[in-house]
């Protein structure tokens, strides 16, 4: 049969249920093909928008997200979405067109070199030269974006290799030479592990992005319970442990609680789970948590030591690492310390001044309304505040864009969480600058009936680098005011199909969110001219440790 047909033939073989692409000249054949699959096509407004929609399907499904894009332009515009899920290890499979063997390096029309623009941001690339090699090379895609730490896998098929005729015959399995990823954790170091946690006196679990994408939530919330101990969580790992758990404090770092911080800064065991130790999350690496102890559980084995010093590695799967590291802790009674992280938990609880029409209202009241919902967010002051003041329960109901921190992201993935989920509530906290790099994607959602909910705090600014320039270089606003109280979002909105709502001042806001609400068989925006000047509070300022974190009282 003709490449192009046993392309999607496997694509099907591998359970695929949804594509989010463009078509075009390069990737004609298969779209072709394509046309008489069950698989359903989602063509996006722009190729990042598709990139940045598997991405969010992936992580609220735990499937694989794949993406379509033509050559040339088709291609580099997947860039930074595929950047943005090799730092958050999100599973996509991303296939682009490519002109025909015999023009490839020529500069021929709609050429770019793909594989190589994407090679520092894949977990691995392909270039298919032979047309027999196109179903293998298939199945080795899907196998490596989903096995072990996940991550994008980029597949370019030159046209006339799609074009050509092959024998259907799908692999059933894969054998990598030198790809192995180790699942069971090392049994002597899980025990050393043990030793260490049975004589803490100041236990902290920190549970990153890793504790949800190997689904060990639950064995995580049975060891914190046993040892006993506190859960804090990194932005990615948001979700790991419900924020309703009397152990969890929240999520740590540069816009963690005072609370979360000084208890990491203050433990003497960290066990650490599926986390990366980002500079956000340790402030000053040099000050990080100099009286404790680090345990560090990571599939991935370039994580561990990478940024800190780690005393116990254990390089596994986190389900599995966390169910057999249980069987060898203990109940220990830390009385003192339990005392302690109350004591900072009723000194410094999150806080904001409530003159005005402040941003953090608005995220308590989304909560209020929707609690249950799937949260996405933009970058910037949005997805801090929506971090520190909307509470989740389950593992994949919080989706952000942590590693690359893509303004952007947020409206896209809730359109693809939504195509995943949709018996599920998903909502984009949004800001207004974010919010426009993506706008187009109101489009697609009109036109394929995905009921995304779009909350944007806006500000007129860039926020957060407003509120840099206002606390670090001397309140010299530079180019960071975009003027969107000038913008109608309501009218835009409208303009695409969707429903528009402007809300100006806090007494409307609960009835703004209750109208949304009931709207569900379109898009809705809802526009909230909040407080210009809100600012993102607590903060670890640059070159600070944890417990140098400043909040409103400071």
């Not at 952000?400 to 893509?406: A, C, N, P």
């Not at 995905?450 to 270089?473: A, D, S, T």
């Not at 530079?478 to 009218?491: D, H, L, N």
């Not at 898009?523 to 944890?546: T, W």
């Amino acid at each position: 049969m003709r490449a192009a047909e046993a392309f999607i033939k496997a694509l099907e073989q591998e359970g695929v249920e949804v594509v989010f692409g463009i078509p075009g000249g390069a990737i004609l054949e298969i779209y072709d093909a394509l046309y008489d699959s069950n698989i359903r096509h989602i063509t996006t407004r722009h190729e990042q928008g598709a990139t940045h929609a598997a991405d969010g399907y992936a992580r609220a499904s735990g499937k694989v997200g794949v993406v379509f894009a033509t050559s040339g332009p088709g291609a580099t515009n997947t860039v930074t979405g595929i950047a943005n899920a090799y730092m958050d290890s999100s599973p996509l499979v991303v296939f682009t067109g490519q002109v025909a063997r015999h023009l490839i390096g020529n500069d021929a029309f709609q050429e770019a070199d793909i594989t190589g623009i994407t090679m520092p941001i894949t977990k691995h690339n392909y270039l298919v030269t032979d047309p027999k090699k196109l179903l293998r090379i298939v199945k080795e895609a899907f196998y490596i974006a989903t096995t072990g730490r996940p991550g994008p896998v980029l597949v370019d098929i030159p046209r006339d290799v799609s074009m050509a005729d092959i024998d259907f015959e799908y692999p059933s399995k894969v054998e990598l030479m030198g790809y192995k990823p180790r699942y069971e954790g090392h049994p002597m170091q899980i025990k050393k592990a043990a030793e260490l946690i049975m004589k803490s006196e100041r236990p902290i679990i920190l549970a990153g992005g890793g504790v949800k994408i190997s689904n060990a939530s639950k064995e995580l919330v049975e060891l914190a319970e046993t040892i006993p101990a506190f859960v804090v969580t990194t932005l990615m790992g948001k979700g790991s442990i419900s924020e309703y758990h009397p152990l969890c404090l929240g999520f740590v770092g540069m816009h963690g609680s005072k609370y979360a911080n000084y208890a990491l800064a203050e433990s003497d065991l960290i066990i650490a789970v599926g986390c990366r130790f980002s500079d956000r999350t340790t402030g000053n690496v040099a000050k990080f948590a100099t009286q404790a102890k680090i345990i560090h559980i990571d599939i991935d084995p370039a994580e561990i030591g990478k940024n800190v010093r780690v005393d116990v590695p254990i390089v596994g799967d986190a389900k599995r690492v966390l169910a057999t590291l249980k069987k060898y802790v203990e109940y220990k009674q830390r009385k003192e310390w339990e005392d302690k992280v109350k004591e900072w938990r009723e000194k410094f609880p999150l806080r904001y001044k409530k003159d005005g029409f402040k941003p953090q209202f608005v995220v308590e009241k989304i909560q209020e309304v929707f609690p249950d919902a799937i949260v996405t967010t933009e970058v910037g002051q949005n997805q801090m505040w929506a971090a520190q003041y909307f509470k989740v329960k389950h593992p994949r109901q919080f989706i952000t864009s942590g590693g690359l921190g893509t303004m952007g992201f947020g409206f896209p993935a809730a359109m693809g969480a939504k195509v995943a989920c949709m018996d599920k509530e998903v909502i984009d906290i949004a800001g207004d600058g974010s919010f426009l790099m993506n706008i187009q994607e109101l489009a697609t959602c009109v036109y394929y009936n995905i009921p995304v909910k779009v909350f944007i705090l806006n500000n007129g600014y860039l926020g957060m680098v407003r509120q840099w320039q206002e606390l670090f270089y001397r309140e010299r606003y530079s180019a960071t005011c975009i003027g969107c109280e000038k913008v109608s979002f309501e009218k835009i909105a409208e303009g695409f199909g969707a429903v528009g709502i402007t809300v100006e001042k806090p007494s409307e806001v609960l009835d703004a969110l209750k109208q949304a609400k009931e709207i569900n068989d379109a898009p809705v925006v809802v526009d909230f001219r909040v407080d210009y000047q809100a600012k993102v509070l607590p903060m670890v300022p640059p070159g600070k440790s944890l417990k140098e974190i400043i909040d409103e009282e400071d």
